[in-house]
Nanobody, 121 residues
Framework: QVQLVESGGGLVQPGGSLRLSCTAS????????MAWYRQAPGKQRELVAT???????NYSDSVKGRFTISRDNAKNAVYLQMDSLKPEDTAVYYC???????????????WGQGTQVTVSS
């Protein structure tokens, strides 16, 4: 069993900041990449940022320059620092990990339960 647990969401005013955290636990052999996605009401889930094992980060155009993704490999954790938040950043944010549970298993995608981020005055 693998679990991803997120924390750090909440209500913030436009221009404010939040930091999301996600820790993966359970039967993990190795993780190849971690990422954050988000889904706003009535919209499809979209990729926000990724950080593979190479450490090269990638961001969607809508958050580039405002959000920063980082990993702590020793803790199987990923973080998302969100600055200069806008109302359009309001969404449920999901943590994702591409991992395998043993060396003979293929990599699969695992998801957290989601954490709500609301940007409003």
């Amino acid at each position: 069993q693998v679990q991803l647990v997120e924390s750090g969401g909440g209500l913030v005013q436009p221009g404010g900041s939040l930091r999301l955290s996600c820790t993966a636990s359970g039967n993990i052999f190795d993780i190849s990449a971690m990422a954050w996605y988000r889904q706003a009401p009535g919209k499809q889930r979209e990729l926000v940022a990724t950080v593979p094992n190479s450490g090269t980060t990638n961001y969607s155009d809508s958050v580039k320059g405002r959000f920063t993704i980082s990993r702590d490999n020793a803790k199987n954790a990923v973080y998302l620092q969100m600055d200069s938040l806008k109302p359009e950043d309001t969404a449920v944010y999901y943590c994702n990990a591409r991992l395998r549970t043993s060396w003979v298993q293929p990599y699969g995608d695992y998801w957290g339960q989601g954490t709500q981020v609301t940007v409003s005055s």
